[in-house]
Protein backbone atom coordinates (compact mmCIF):
# COMPACT_ATOMS: atom_id res chain seq x y z
CA UNK A 1 0.00 0.00 0.00
CA UNK A 2 1.62 3.32 -1.29
CA UNK A 3 1.65 6.34 1.28
CA UNK A 4 0.81 8.57 -1.24
CA UNK A 5 -3.39 9.18 -2.43
CA UNK A 6 -1.46 10.17 -5.70
CA UNK A 7 2.41 10.20 -7.22
CA UNK A 8 3.02 11.68 -10.24
CA UNK A 9 6.86 12.01 -11.20
CA UNK A 10 8.86 13.30 -14.10
CA UNK A 11 5.42 14.12 -15.65
CA UNK A 12 5.59 15.37 -18.99
CA UNK A 13 2.74 15.55 -21.98
CA UNK A 14 3.40 16.89 -24.97
CA UNK A 15 0.79 18.19 -28.00
CA UNK A 16 1.56 18.12 -31.94
CA UNK A 17 -0.76 20.66 -33.38
CA UNK A 18 -0.78 20.70 -36.88
CA UNK A 19 1.20 22.67 -38.60
CA UNK A 20 2.97 24.43 -35.52
CA UNK A 21 5.87 23.21 -33.01
CA UNK A 22 5.17 20.75 -30.22
CA UNK A 23 3.20 22.13 -27.47
CA UNK A 24 4.94 21.28 -23.91
CA UNK A 25 1.55 21.59 -22.05
CA UNK A 26 2.91 19.59 -18.47
CA UNK A 27 7.03 19.53 -18.16
CA UNK A 28 8.66 17.17 -15.97
CA UNK A 29 5.99 18.10 -13.08
CA UNK A 30 6.71 15.95 -9.85
CA UNK A 31 4.61 15.93 -6.75
CA UNK A 32 2.56 13.63 -4.40
CA UNK A 33 -0.43 13.91 -2.49
CA UNK A 34 -1.39 12.63 1.04
CA UNK A 35 -4.53 10.57 1.47
CA UNK A 36 -7.19 12.86 3.10
CA UNK A 37 -6.00 15.90 2.13
CA UNK A 38 -7.31 19.00 0.10
CA UNK A 39 -4.69 19.37 -2.80
CA UNK A 40 -5.21 22.60 -4.63
CA UNK A 41 -3.31 22.68 -8.71
CA UNK A 42 -3.64 26.08 -9.76
CA UNK A 43 -1.91 28.14 -12.40
CA UNK A 44 -2.88 30.70 -14.71
CA UNK A 45 -4.73 29.61 -18.06
CA UNK A 46 -2.68 27.45 -19.96
CA UNK A 47 -0.36 26.52 -17.18
CA UNK A 48 -1.09 22.54 -17.49
CA UNK A 49 -3.71 22.22 -14.43
CA UNK A 50 -6.59 20.58 -16.89
CA UNK A 51 -3.74 18.48 -18.39
CA UNK A 52 -2.51 17.24 -15.40
CA UNK A 53 -5.74 16.22 -14.41
CA UNK A 54 -6.91 14.38 -17.80
CA UNK A 55 -3.28 12.33 -17.05
CA UNK A 56 -4.22 11.78 -13.30
CA UNK A 57 -8.12 10.59 -14.47
CA UNK A 58 -6.74 8.21 -17.34
CA UNK A 59 -8.47 10.74 -20.14
CA UNK A 60 -5.23 10.84 -21.87
CA UNK A 61 -1.85 9.38 -21.61
CA UNK A 62 1.32 11.46 -20.64
CA UNK A 63 4.50 11.56 -22.59
CA UNK A 64 6.85 10.55 -20.09
CA UNK A 65 6.90 10.53 -16.53
CA UNK A 66 4.74 8.24 -14.28
CA UNK A 67 1.15 8.81 -12.55
CA UNK A 68 0.33 6.17 -9.86
CA UNK A 69 -3.19 7.25 -8.02
CA UNK A 70 -4.66 4.83 -5.54
CA UNK A 71 -1.92 3.07 -5.75
CA UNK A 72 -2.61 2.16 -9.52
CA UNK A 73 -0.60 3.43 -12.12
CA UNK A 74 -2.82 5.52 -14.66
CA UNK A 75 -1.03 3.69 -18.18
CA UNK A 76 -0.65 0.18 -16.71
CA UNK A 77 -4.01 0.09 -15.23
CA UNK A 78 -6.30 2.98 -16.13
CA UNK A 79 -9.55 0.70 -14.87
CA UNK A 80 -8.04 0.18 -11.89
CA UNK A 81 -7.54 3.98 -11.52
CA UNK A 82 -11.10 5.01 -12.87
CA UNK A 83 -12.52 2.62 -9.94
CA UNK A 84 -11.65 4.89 -7.51
CA UNK A 85 -11.92 8.35 -8.78
CA UNK A 86 -14.80 10.77 -9.37
CA UNK A 87 -14.33 13.52 -11.63
CA UNK A 88 -16.30 17.14 -12.03
CA UNK A 89 -14.77 17.69 -15.51
CA UNK A 90 -14.44 21.74 -16.25
CA UNK A 91 -17.15 21.49 -18.88
CA UNK A 92 -20.69 20.89 -17.73
CA UNK A 93 -21.57 17.31 -17.69
CA UNK A 94 -24.66 15.69 -18.02
CA UNK A 95 -27.56 13.55 -19.84
CA UNK A 96 -29.45 16.59 -20.66
CA UNK A 97 -32.80 14.42 -22.19
CA UNK A 98 -32.40 12.95 -18.68
CA UNK A 99 -34.05 14.01 -15.12
CA UNK A 100 -31.92 15.02 -12.24
CA UNK A 101 -33.14 11.88 -10.71
CA UNK A 102 -32.17 9.84 -13.60
CA UNK A 103 -28.75 10.90 -13.65
CA UNK A 104 -27.94 10.68 -10.70
CA UNK A 105 -29.35 6.82 -10.73
CA UNK A 106 -27.30 5.99 -13.81
CA UNK A 107 -24.06 7.45 -12.50
CA UNK A 108 -24.35 5.51 -9.16
CA UNK A 109 -25.24 2.18 -11.69
CA UNK A 110 -21.49 2.58 -12.82
CA UNK A 111 -20.06 3.11 -9.09
CA UNK A 112 -21.70 -0.34 -8.51
CA UNK A 113 -24.73 1.31 -6.18
CA UNK A 114 -28.09 -0.41 -6.58
CA UNK A 115 -30.93 -0.91 -4.74
CA UNK A 116 -32.13 1.01 -1.23
CA UNK A 117 -28.21 2.00 -1.05
CA UNK A 118 -28.72 4.14 -4.52
CA UNK A 119 -32.08 5.52 -3.58
CA UNK A 120 -30.66 6.81 -0.16
CA UNK A 121 -27.63 8.59 -2.12
CA UNK A 122 -29.56 9.86 -4.51
CA UNK A 123 -32.49 11.16 -2.49
CA UNK A 124 -28.97 12.79 0.14
CA UNK A 125 -27.53 14.38 -2.97
CA UNK A 126 -30.74 16.12 -3.96
CA UNK A 127 -31.15 16.95 -0.64
CA UNK A 128 -27.73 18.50 -0.49
CA UNK A 129 -27.53 20.18 -3.71
CA UNK A 130 -31.03 21.69 -3.46
CA UNK A 131 -32.38 19.89 -6.35
CA UNK A 132 -35.62 18.65 -4.61
CA UNK A 133 -37.51 20.62 -6.73
CA UNK A 134 -36.09 20.02 -10.22
CA UNK A 135 -35.45 16.28 -9.17
CA UNK A 136 -37.89 15.39 -11.94
CA UNK A 137 -37.13 18.00 -14.79
CA UNK A 138 -34.64 17.04 -17.65
CA UNK A 139 -31.21 18.63 -16.93
CA UNK A 140 -31.93 20.06 -20.76
CA UNK A 141 -34.88 22.74 -18.84
CA UNK A 142 -31.99 23.88 -16.27
CA UNK A 143 -29.83 26.66 -15.72
CA UNK A 144 -26.30 26.20 -16.41
CA UNK A 145 -25.99 26.57 -12.66
CA UNK A 146 -28.12 23.89 -11.84
CA UNK A 147 -26.45 21.73 -14.52
CA UNK A 148 -23.27 22.00 -11.92
CA UNK A 149 -25.24 21.47 -9.21
CA UNK A 150 -25.60 18.11 -10.83
CA UNK A 151 -22.54 17.26 -12.09
CA UNK A 152 -20.79 17.98 -8.45
CA UNK A 153 -23.74 16.25 -6.61
CA UNK A 154 -22.62 13.22 -9.15
CA UNK A 155 -19.48 12.85 -8.05
CA UNK A 156 -20.16 13.67 -4.11
CA UNK A 157 -23.01 10.82 -4.02
CA UNK A 158 -19.83 8.52 -4.56
CA UNK A 159 -17.58 7.59 -2.20
CA UNK A 160 -14.56 6.55 -4.46
CA UNK A 161 -11.19 7.29 -2.46
CA UNK A 162 -10.04 10.23 -4.63
CA UNK A 163 -12.29 12.86 -6.05
CA UNK A 164 -10.72 15.44 -8.68
CA UNK A 165 -12.67 18.79 -9.21
CA UNK A 166 -11.88 21.03 -12.13
CA UNK A 167 -12.73 24.74 -11.51
CA UNK A 168 -15.79 22.95 -9.77
CA UNK A 169 -17.49 26.04 -8.41
CA UNK A 170 -18.09 27.71 -12.35
CA UNK A 171 -21.49 29.04 -12.34
CA UNK A 172 -22.73 28.68 -8.23
CA UNK A 173 -24.25 30.93 -6.47
CA UNK A 174 -21.99 32.29 -3.29
CA UNK A 175 -24.56 30.57 -0.66
CA UNK A 176 -24.27 27.08 -2.51
CA UNK A 177 -20.29 26.89 -3.06
CA UNK A 178 -20.29 27.90 0.49
CA UNK A 179 -22.28 24.40 1.61
CA UNK A 180 -20.03 22.57 -1.40
CA UNK A 181 -16.97 23.34 0.53
CA UNK A 182 -18.22 22.56 3.77
CA UNK A 183 -18.94 19.04 1.76
CA UNK A 184 -15.64 18.70 0.76
CA UNK A 185 -14.01 19.81 4.04
CA UNK A 186 -16.25 16.83 5.65
CA UNK A 187 -15.29 14.17 3.06
CA UNK A 188 -11.71 15.28 3.27
CA UNK A 189 -12.16 14.90 7.22
CA UNK A 190 -13.72 11.46 6.57
CA UNK A 191 -10.48 10.55 4.70
CA UNK A 192 -11.35 10.91 1.07
CA UNK A 193 -8.45 12.96 -1.27
CA UNK A 194 -9.74 15.70 -3.39
CA UNK A 195 -7.67 17.10 -5.89
CA UNK A 196 -9.31 20.85 -7.01
CA UNK A 197 -8.40 23.24 -9.66
CA UNK A 198 -9.88 26.58 -9.24
CA UNK A 199 -9.06 30.56 -10.74
CA UNK A 200 -10.93 31.66 -7.59
CA UNK A 201 -7.80 31.87 -5.39
CA UNK A 202 -10.06 32.37 -1.92
CA UNK A 203 -11.11 29.04 -2.74
CA UNK A 204 -7.95 27.48 -2.76
CA UNK A 205 -7.12 29.49 0.47
CA UNK A 206 -9.92 28.48 2.41
CA UNK A 207 -10.01 24.71 1.26
CA UNK A 208 -6.28 23.41 0.38
CA UNK A 209 -4.30 21.96 2.82
CA UNK A 210 -1.50 21.78 -0.12
CA UNK A 211 -0.96 23.94 -2.69
CA UNK A 212 1.15 23.79 -6.02
CA UNK A 213 1.65 26.41 -8.33
CA UNK A 214 2.49 25.72 -12.13
CA UNK A 215 2.54 27.55 -15.02
CA UNK A 216 3.86 26.45 -18.21
CA UNK A 217 4.17 22.94 -16.82
CA UNK A 218 6.17 22.91 -14.54
CA UNK A 219 6.04 23.97 -10.83
CA UNK A 220 6.26 27.68 -9.45
CA UNK A 221 5.33 27.02 -6.20
CA UNK A 222 4.20 24.53 -3.50
CA UNK A 223 3.45 24.32 -0.39
CA UNK A 224 0.72 24.66 2.56
CA UNK A 225 -0.91 28.66 2.41
CA UNK A 226 1.45 29.68 5.56
CA UNK A 227 4.25 28.12 3.70
CA UNK A 228 3.64 29.91 0.14
CA UNK A 229 3.10 33.33 1.91
CA UNK A 230 6.65 32.94 3.37
CA UNK A 231 7.62 32.48 -0.25
CA UNK A 232 6.60 36.04 -1.43
CA UNK A 233 7.93 37.92 1.60
CA UNK A 234 7.79 41.77 1.68
CA UNK A 235 4.08 41.56 -0.26
CA UNK A 236 1.49 43.64 1.27
CA UNK A 237 -1.98 44.86 0.54
CA UNK A 238 -3.14 48.10 1.19
CA UNK A 239 -6.66 49.54 0.82
CA UNK A 240 -7.84 52.86 1.22
CA UNK A 241 -11.39 54.38 1.35
CA UNK A 242 -11.82 57.83 0.42
CA UNK A 243 -14.76 59.76 0.18
CA UNK A 244 -13.73 60.04 -3.72
CA UNK A 245 -10.52 58.46 -4.92
CA UNK A 246 -8.28 61.92 -5.49
CA UNK A 247 -7.93 62.60 -9.10
CA UNK A 248 -4.44 61.38 -10.25
CA UNK A 249 -3.88 58.91 -7.39
CA UNK A 250 -4.40 55.81 -9.78
CA UNK A 251 -1.64 56.61 -11.68
CA UNK A 252 0.82 58.04 -9.49
CA UNK A 253 0.66 54.75 -7.32
CA UNK A 254 0.63 52.32 -10.72
CA UNK A 255 3.85 54.39 -11.40
CA UNK A 256 5.08 52.21 -8.08
CA UNK A 257 5.02 48.84 -10.28
CA UNK A 258 2.44 47.39 -8.12
CA UNK A 259 1.71 43.60 -8.01
CA UNK A 260 -2.09 44.65 -8.53
CA UNK A 261 -4.16 47.49 -8.61
CA UNK A 262 -8.02 48.27 -8.33
CA UNK A 263 -9.61 51.73 -7.89
CA UNK A 264 -12.96 51.68 -7.91
CA UNK A 265 -14.78 55.76 -7.18
CA UNK A 266 -14.10 55.68 -3.41
CA UNK A 267 -11.35 52.40 -2.95
CA UNK A 268 -7.96 52.10 -3.58
CA UNK A 269 -6.84 48.41 -3.56
CA UNK A 270 -2.90 47.93 -4.27
CA UNK A 271 -0.25 44.84 -3.75
CA UNK A 272 2.70 45.78 -3.34
CA UNK A 273 6.28 44.23 -2.64
CA UNK A 274 8.54 46.75 -0.40
CA UNK A 275 9.48 47.18 3.16
CA UNK A 276 6.87 47.91 6.13
CA UNK A 277 8.50 51.48 6.52
CA UNK A 278 8.07 52.05 2.59
CA UNK A 279 4.55 50.40 2.94
CA UNK A 280 3.51 53.06 6.33
CA UNK A 281 5.57 55.98 4.34
CA UNK A 282 2.98 55.40 1.45
CA UNK A 283 -0.06 55.20 3.05
CA UNK A 284 0.53 58.08 5.16
CA UNK A 285 1.53 60.24 2.02
CA UNK A 286 -1.82 58.72 0.10
CA UNK A 287 -3.79 59.42 3.00
CA UNK A 288 -2.83 63.06 3.07
CA UNK A 289 -4.19 63.49 -0.74
CA UNK A 290 -8.09 63.88 0.22
CA UNK A 291 -10.56 62.68 2.91
CA UNK A 292 -9.38 58.95 4.13
CA UNK A 293 -12.44 57.04 6.12
CA UNK A 294 -10.68 53.51 6.53
CA UNK A 295 -7.09 52.21 6.12
CA UNK A 296 -6.07 48.95 5.93
CA UNK A 297 -2.89 47.13 5.40
CA UNK A 298 -3.15 43.55 5.47
CA UNK A 299 -0.03 40.85 4.33
CA UNK A 300 -0.26 38.94 1.39
CA UNK A 301 -3.07 36.92 0.02
CA UNK A 302 -2.76 33.43 -1.87
CA UNK A 303 -3.89 36.03 -5.01
CA UNK A 304 -0.38 37.78 -4.36
CA UNK A 305 1.39 35.21 -3.68
CA UNK A 306 0.25 33.55 -7.25
CA UNK A 307 0.61 36.89 -9.12
CA UNK A 308 4.09 37.21 -7.74
CA UNK A 309 5.30 33.72 -8.19
CA UNK A 310 3.80 33.45 -12.09
CA UNK A 311 4.65 37.06 -12.68
CA UNK A 312 8.51 35.89 -11.91
CA UNK A 313 8.08 33.21 -13.71
CA UNK A 314 6.87 34.67 -16.99
CA UNK A 315 9.66 36.87 -16.61
CA UNK B 1 -19.78 -6.93 -14.77
CA UNK B 2 -21.77 -3.87 -13.39
CA UNK B 3 -20.20 -2.20 -16.48
CA UNK B 4 -22.19 -3.34 -19.42
CA UNK B 5 -25.70 -3.00 -18.03
CA UNK B 6 -25.17 0.35 -16.27
CA UNK B 7 -23.93 1.71 -20.04
CA UNK B 8 -27.04 -0.26 -21.57
CA UNK B 9 -29.49 1.19 -18.69
CA UNK B 10 -27.76 4.69 -19.39
CA UNK B 11 -29.41 4.19 -23.17
CA UNK B 12 -32.22 2.43 -22.33
CA UNK B 13 -33.19 5.68 -20.27
CA UNK B 14 -31.82 7.95 -23.12
CA UNK B 15 -33.50 6.02 -25.55
CA UNK B 16 -37.20 5.95 -24.07
CA UNK B 17 -37.50 9.70 -23.91
CA UNK B 18 -38.38 9.65 -27.01
CA UNK B 19 -40.91 6.48 -26.97
CA UNK B 20 -41.81 8.12 -31.05
CA UNK B 21 -38.15 7.21 -31.73
CA UNK B 22 -38.31 3.24 -30.58
CA UNK B 23 -41.84 2.97 -32.59
CA UNK B 24 -40.20 4.34 -35.80
CA UNK B 25 -37.10 1.79 -35.29
CA UNK B 26 -39.31 -0.59 -34.73
CA UNK B 27 -41.57 -0.52 -38.10
CA UNK B 28 -39.82 1.57 -40.60
CA UNK B 29 -38.12 -1.26 -42.15
CA UNK B 30 -41.78 -3.09 -42.33
CA UNK B 31 -43.11 0.15 -44.32
CA UNK B 32 -40.40 0.30 -46.39
CA UNK B 33 -40.60 -3.45 -47.26
CA UNK B 34 -44.65 -2.53 -48.01
CA UNK B 35 -44.70 0.69 -49.90
CA UNK B 36 -40.93 0.13 -52.05
CA UNK B 37 -40.99 -3.62 -52.19
CA UNK B 38 -44.85 -4.22 -52.95
CA UNK B 39 -44.74 -1.37 -55.30
CA UNK B 40 -41.48 -2.49 -57.13
CA UNK B 41 -43.23 -6.15 -57.14
CA UNK B 42 -45.94 -4.88 -58.98
CA UNK B 43 -44.32 -2.45 -61.66
CA UNK B 44 -41.80 -4.88 -63.04
CA UNK B 45 -44.03 -8.01 -62.07
CA UNK B 46 -41.09 -10.15 -60.82
CA UNK B 47 -42.91 -12.74 -59.09
CA UNK B 48 -44.02 -13.77 -62.62
CA UNK B 49 -41.94 -16.82 -63.98
CA UNK B 50 -39.42 -15.81 -61.15
CA UNK B 51 -38.40 -18.46 -58.28
CA UNK B 52 -39.42 -15.64 -55.86
CA UNK B 53 -41.13 -12.32 -55.81
CA UNK B 54 -39.61 -9.13 -54.89
CA UNK B 55 -40.78 -9.20 -51.38
CA UNK B 56 -39.23 -12.68 -50.38
CA UNK B 57 -35.94 -11.27 -51.85
CA UNK B 58 -36.36 -8.04 -50.99
CA UNK B 59 -37.04 -8.90 -46.70
CA UNK B 60 -33.02 -9.45 -46.29
CA UNK B 61 -32.25 -6.67 -48.04
CA UNK B 62 -34.50 -4.55 -45.78
CA UNK B 63 -33.41 -5.87 -42.73
CA UNK B 64 -29.96 -5.61 -43.37
CA UNK B 65 -30.62 -1.98 -43.92
CA UNK B 66 -31.99 -1.61 -40.96
CA UNK B 67 -29.43 -2.95 -39.03
CA UNK B 68 -27.25 -0.58 -40.38
CA UNK B 69 -29.68 2.44 -40.15
CA UNK B 70 -29.91 1.42 -36.03
CA UNK B 71 -25.88 1.49 -36.03
CA UNK B 72 -25.29 4.74 -37.28
CA UNK B 73 -27.80 6.34 -35.13
CA UNK B 74 -26.22 4.49 -32.17
CA UNK B 75 -23.17 5.75 -33.37
CA UNK B 76 -24.19 9.37 -33.60
CA UNK B 77 -25.12 9.34 -29.83
CA UNK B 78 -21.27 10.01 -29.53
CA UNK B 79 -22.05 13.29 -30.61
CA UNK B 80 -25.38 13.79 -28.32
CA UNK B 81 -22.81 12.78 -25.69
CA UNK B 82 -19.97 15.53 -26.48
CA UNK B 83 -22.91 17.65 -27.03
CA UNK B 84 -23.73 16.84 -23.26
CA UNK B 85 -20.67 17.15 -22.13
CA UNK B 86 -20.96 14.18 -20.87
CA UNK B 87 -18.49 11.59 -23.07
CA UNK B 88 -15.04 12.97 -21.62
CA UNK B 89 -16.74 12.72 -17.94
CA UNK B 90 -17.62 9.00 -19.07
CA UNK B 91 -14.11 8.46 -19.95
CA UNK B 92 -13.27 8.87 -16.42
CA UNK B 93 -16.24 6.31 -14.99
CA UNK B 94 -14.97 2.64 -13.81
CA UNK B 95 -15.62 1.17 -17.34
CA UNK B 96 -13.23 -0.29 -20.04
CA UNK B 97 -12.84 1.52 -23.24
CA UNK B 98 -14.52 -1.79 -24.66
CA UNK B 99 -17.53 -2.19 -22.10
CA UNK B 100 -18.50 1.48 -23.16
CA UNK B 101 -18.74 0.80 -26.77
CA UNK B 102 -20.30 -2.99 -26.17
CA UNK B 103 -22.49 -1.66 -23.50
CA UNK B 104 -23.91 1.54 -25.85
CA UNK B 105 -24.73 -0.93 -28.45
CA UNK B 106 -26.67 -3.76 -26.37
CA UNK B 107 -29.98 -1.80 -26.30
CA UNK B 108 -30.07 -1.02 -29.44
CA UNK B 109 -29.70 -4.90 -30.40
CA UNK B 110 -32.56 -5.19 -28.03
CA UNK B 111 -34.51 -3.01 -30.58
CA UNK B 112 -32.90 -4.38 -33.76
CA UNK B 113 -34.45 -7.47 -32.38
CA UNK B 114 -37.64 -6.62 -32.03
CA UNK B 115 -37.49 -4.63 -35.21
CA UNK B 116 -36.53 -7.53 -37.01
CA UNK B 117 -39.22 -9.90 -35.74
CA UNK B 118 -42.23 -7.37 -36.44
CA UNK B 119 -41.01 -7.32 -39.71
CA UNK B 120 -40.06 -10.83 -40.48
CA UNK B 121 -43.67 -11.55 -39.19
CA UNK B 122 -45.76 -9.19 -41.23
CA UNK B 123 -43.93 -9.92 -44.28
CA UNK B 124 -45.12 -13.80 -43.86
CA UNK B 125 -48.52 -12.44 -42.50
CA UNK B 126 -49.46 -9.99 -45.07
CA UNK B 127 -46.90 -10.09 -48.07
CA UNK B 128 -47.03 -13.78 -47.89
CA UNK B 129 -43.60 -14.37 -47.43
CA UNK B 130 -42.44 -18.01 -46.98
CA UNK B 131 -40.65 -17.45 -44.75
CA UNK B 132 -38.06 -20.55 -43.03
CA UNK B 133 -39.01 -20.13 -39.67
CA UNK B 134 -36.15 -22.67 -38.07
CA UNK B 135 -33.68 -20.77 -39.41
CA UNK B 136 -34.74 -17.57 -37.01
CA UNK B 137 -32.09 -18.38 -34.47
CA UNK B 138 -29.09 -18.21 -37.66
CA UNK B 139 -31.53 -14.37 -38.34
CA UNK B 140 -31.75 -13.25 -34.74
CA UNK B 141 -27.65 -13.80 -34.98
CA UNK B 142 -27.12 -11.68 -38.08
CA UNK B 143 -29.31 -9.01 -36.85
CA UNK B 144 -27.01 -9.00 -33.91
CA UNK B 145 -23.55 -9.48 -35.61
CA UNK B 146 -24.84 -7.04 -38.70
CA UNK B 147 -26.05 -4.22 -36.26
CA UNK B 148 -22.37 -4.48 -33.96
CA UNK B 149 -20.77 -4.47 -36.68
CA UNK B 150 -21.65 -1.68 -38.66
CA UNK B 151 -22.26 0.12 -35.37
CA UNK B 152 -18.38 -0.22 -34.52
CA UNK B 153 -17.57 0.98 -37.64
CA UNK B 154 -19.54 4.02 -38.10
CA UNK B 155 -18.10 4.42 -34.11
CA UNK B 156 -14.88 5.12 -35.50
CA UNK B 157 -15.65 8.08 -37.45
CA UNK B 158 -18.20 9.24 -34.53
CA UNK B 159 -15.40 9.11 -32.29
CA UNK B 160 -12.83 10.75 -34.60
CA UNK B 161 -14.57 12.65 -36.34
CA UNK B 162 -15.20 16.34 -34.03
CA UNK B 163 -17.99 18.15 -36.11
CA UNK B 164 -21.32 16.88 -36.30
CA UNK B 165 -22.08 17.52 -40.09
CA UNK B 166 -18.60 15.94 -40.89
CA UNK B 167 -19.86 12.98 -39.58
CA UNK B 168 -23.26 13.09 -41.41
CA UNK B 169 -21.87 13.98 -44.56
CA UNK B 170 -19.75 10.82 -43.68
CA UNK B 171 -22.49 8.28 -43.24
CA UNK B 172 -24.16 9.64 -46.02
CA UNK B 173 -21.88 8.80 -48.34
CA UNK B 174 -21.00 5.58 -47.23
CA UNK B 175 -25.25 4.89 -46.93
CA UNK B 176 -25.19 5.71 -50.83
CA UNK B 177 -22.21 4.00 -51.53
CA UNK B 178 -22.41 0.46 -49.28
CA UNK B 179 -26.38 0.07 -49.71
CA UNK B 180 -26.39 0.57 -53.79
CA UNK B 181 -23.27 -1.15 -54.33
CA UNK B 182 -24.53 -4.65 -52.70
CA UNK B 183 -27.06 -6.90 -53.41
CA UNK B 184 -29.74 -4.70 -50.69
CA UNK B 185 -31.81 -4.11 -53.58
CA UNK B 186 -31.43 -6.04 -56.49
CA UNK B 187 -29.62 -9.35 -57.34
CA UNK B 188 -25.65 -9.12 -58.49
CA UNK B 189 -25.87 -11.40 -61.33
CA UNK B 190 -27.09 -9.20 -63.94
CA UNK B 191 -25.30 -6.53 -62.98
CA UNK B 192 -21.99 -5.68 -64.98
CA UNK B 193 -18.56 -7.46 -63.85
CA UNK B 194 -17.21 -4.52 -62.32
CA UNK B 195 -20.06 -3.15 -60.32
CA UNK B 196 -20.77 -7.11 -59.19
CA UNK B 197 -16.81 -7.16 -58.01
CA UNK B 198 -17.45 -4.53 -55.70
CA UNK B 199 -20.63 -5.49 -54.45
CA UNK B 200 -18.91 -8.83 -53.47
CA UNK B 201 -16.17 -6.99 -51.45
CA UNK B 202 -18.68 -5.10 -49.73
CA UNK B 203 -19.58 -6.51 -45.69
CA UNK B 204 -23.70 -5.21 -46.18
CA UNK B 205 -23.92 -8.31 -49.18
CA UNK B 206 -21.86 -10.66 -47.19
CA UNK B 207 -24.81 -9.55 -44.10
CA UNK B 208 -28.07 -9.62 -46.66
CA UNK B 209 -27.31 -12.64 -48.71
CA UNK B 210 -26.50 -14.69 -45.28
CA UNK B 211 -29.73 -13.07 -44.05
CA UNK B 212 -31.70 -14.05 -47.07
CA UNK B 213 -30.84 -17.54 -47.42
CA UNK B 214 -31.88 -17.91 -43.62
CA UNK B 215 -35.25 -16.48 -43.73
CA UNK B 216 -36.29 -17.66 -47.46
CA UNK B 217 -34.01 -19.83 -48.92
CA UNK B 218 -32.88 -17.92 -51.55
CA UNK B 219 -28.77 -17.78 -52.62
CA UNK B 220 -26.23 -20.23 -52.26
CA UNK B 221 -26.46 -21.85 -48.79
CA UNK B 222 -22.93 -23.05 -49.35
CA UNK B 223 -21.84 -19.53 -49.57
CA UNK B 224 -23.04 -18.43 -45.93
CA UNK B 225 -20.36 -20.07 -43.93
CA UNK B 226 -18.06 -17.84 -45.82
CA UNK B 227 -19.95 -14.46 -45.40
CA UNK B 228 -20.59 -15.05 -42.05
CA UNK B 229 -17.31 -15.63 -41.31
CA UNK B 230 -16.23 -12.48 -43.61
CA UNK B 231 -18.42 -10.52 -41.48
CA UNK B 232 -17.19 -11.76 -38.26
CA UNK B 233 -14.16 -10.53 -39.33
CA UNK B 234 -15.12 -7.33 -40.88
CA UNK B 235 -17.08 -6.54 -37.35
CA UNK B 236 -13.51 -7.71 -35.04
CA UNK B 237 -11.60 -5.20 -37.31
CA UNK B 238 -13.89 -2.77 -37.11
CA UNK B 239 -14.19 -3.10 -32.80
CA UNK B 240 -10.57 -2.83 -32.87
CA UNK B 241 -10.84 0.56 -34.80
CA UNK B 242 -13.35 1.86 -32.92
CA UNK B 243 -11.25 1.00 -29.47
CA UNK B 244 -8.58 1.94 -30.41
CA UNK B 245 -10.38 5.63 -31.85
CA UNK B 246 -11.72 5.49 -28.19
CA UNK B 247 -8.45 4.74 -26.51
CA UNK B 248 -7.11 7.65 -28.13
CA UNK B 249 -9.11 10.08 -27.19
Redesign the interface.
Known amino acids: MTAHAIEVDGLVKLFHPRGRPPLRAVDHLSFAVRPGSIFGLLGPNGAGKTTTLRVLTTLTRPTEGTARVAGFDVVASPLEVRRRIAVVIQQQAADLLLTVRDNLASYGRFHGLSGATLQARSARAIEQFGLEECAASKVQDLSGGFRRRVQVAKALMVSTPVLFLDEFSTGMDPLLKRSVMALLREESRAGRTIVLTTQVLTEAEELCDDILIINRGRQVARGDLHALKLLSGGVYELTLTFDEVPAGLAAEVAALGPLRMETTRTTLQVSLKEDEQQVLALVSRLAARGTVRRVEVSGASLEDVFVELTSLEEA | M??L???M??EA??RA??VLFIFWDAVYPLGYLLVFGVGLDSAVQFGSGAAADYNAFFLAGVLGMASFGIASNTAWSFF?DRD???Y??M??????RAEYLVGKVLFNLVVALVQAAITVGLAWLLLDVAVRWEMMPLVALLVVLGTSGWFFFYAIFAVLIRRNDAFNTVTSVFYFALLFASSMFYPLDPLPDSLRAAAWANPITWQVEAMRWATTGIGDGALVPLEIAGFTAFTAVSFAGALAALRK?
Open positions: RAPAVYRRITNLNGIFELTYPISD
